[in-house]
């Protein structure tokens, strides 16, 4: 098996088992997705326990539903979230200074409404990226499109290396994701129940 080839299986294995394991959560079916799952809110709160996170005015967030409440916490702390659109369609989004509104402008639609849309996208402090799966090297598997690596790579081409998180649920670490060159790496993996700092 190539290594295209072997990022497919291990992408249905782990959507499988998020099923299997009734850790998967709406929207539904999690194939094709960054898959939300159980207890994506203690991650994304558990986020706030990083220095890069508190030190953060600016995080650039991807639009999956398993984020939402990354980006939601991103509004109430004041800072400003640069989603990037679905598929990078229209670009990207600038949201902040929504005082009451955070939980809806951190929905794509909400952000939209409530957003302004960039032509370049913002220097951020921070990253948030999601995954189907990832190493404990900070290998990440995306869902095979090949969006999350492109605009993780469009910024530090631009802005040099930002830290870059992800939120998974612990059953989405694995031994060791297939790479190629293009691919990129996070440099913590935050769990409902731990931070990991990637082995870089």
């Given amino acids: 098996m190539n290594i295209k080839e072997q990022k497919e299986v291990l992408r249905e294995k782990i959507w499988k088992l998020l099923e299997d394991k009734n850790i998967a959560r709406f929207p539904f079916p999690i194939k094709d997705r960054i898959p ?19 030190n953060a005015r600016v995080i650039v967030a991807n639009p999956d539903f398993a984020q939402k409440k990354v980006r939601e916490l991103v509004l109430k702390n004041n ?11 229209h670009g990207y989004l600038e949201v902040k200074n929504v005082k009451g509104k955070e939980e809806f402008a951190s929905t794509i639609a909400g952000a939209f409404r409530y957003g302004k849309k ?16 990832v190493d404990r090297n900070g290998w990440r598997l995306g869902k095979g499109r090949g969006y999350g690596d492109k605009e993780i790579s469009r910024i530090t081409e631009k802005f040099g290396k930002v830290p870059i998180i992800t939120t998974v649920h612990n059953l989405q670490i694995i031994k060791k994701v297939p790479h190629e060159e293009h691919d990129t790496r996070v440099d913590y993996i935050i769990t409902p129940t731990e931070i990991i700092t990637s082995v870089n």
């Fill in 79 to 89: 800072k400003t979230l640069i989603m990037a659109s679905p598929r990078l369609k």
């Fill in 36 to 54: 939300n799952f159980e207890g994506s809110e203690k991650a994304a709160n558990l986020i706030q326990e990083l220095d890069e996170w508190r």
């Fill in 118 to 133: 960039l032509d370049e996208v913002l220097k951020p402090d921070l990253i948030v990226t999601g995954c189907v799966a």
